[in-house]
């Protein structure tokens, strides 16, 4: 098989199909938006390089940071004042997902819950 194992776990009367994905998404991975922020930093220092002079003084680091980032004042302001209170930055929560819902008892009746038990019973026998 792939590394991409598929696991069948049963809940009461429910089938839920888990995926794997710890050997397809390494740790120490790059998303796409800190892609994007390195981007746009990238190319504003690279202007600045160009023009050999600052495009913002130093003196005003918020609007600095925002114009590196791309991001808006406002939104440098609200992170650097939870810093300063909290003493870090606060990610949301993140979203735990169960797993696609395959089949339900209510729509299931005696013949497939029989077949879908000698399917798994099989898998499990056959590995």
């Known amino acids: 098989?792939?590394?991409?194992?598929?696991?069948?776990?049963?809940?009461?009367?429910?089938?839920?199909?888990?995926?794997?994905?710890?050997?397809?998404?390494?740790?120490n991975c790059i998303l796409?938006?800190?892609?994007?922020?390195v981007i746009k930093v990238l190319r504003y220092f690279e202007n600045e390089c160009s023009e050999n002079q600052l495009s913002i003084p130093l003196s005003q680091p918020v609007k600095k940071a925002a114009a590196t980032t791309g991001v808006l004042k406002q939104n440098v302001n609200r992170i650097k004042w939870e810093v300063k209170n909290t003493g870090n930055v606060h990610s949301p929560s993140k979203q735990r997902h169960i797993g696609k819902l395959i089949y339900s008892?209510?729509?299931?009746?005696?013949?497939?819950?029989?077949?879908?038990?000698?399917i798994i019973s099989k898998f499990y026998v056959g590995n």
């Open 105 to 118: 008892s209510t729509n299931l009746d005696d013949f497939d819950l029989c077949v879908t038990r000698q």
């Open 1 to 27: 098989m792939s590394p991409l194992q598929n696991r069948l776990k049963r809940r009461r009367t429910r089938i839920y199909i888990h995926l794997n994905i710890s050997a397809i998404m390494p740790l």
């Open 32 to 37: 796409s938006k800190e892609n994007k922020i």
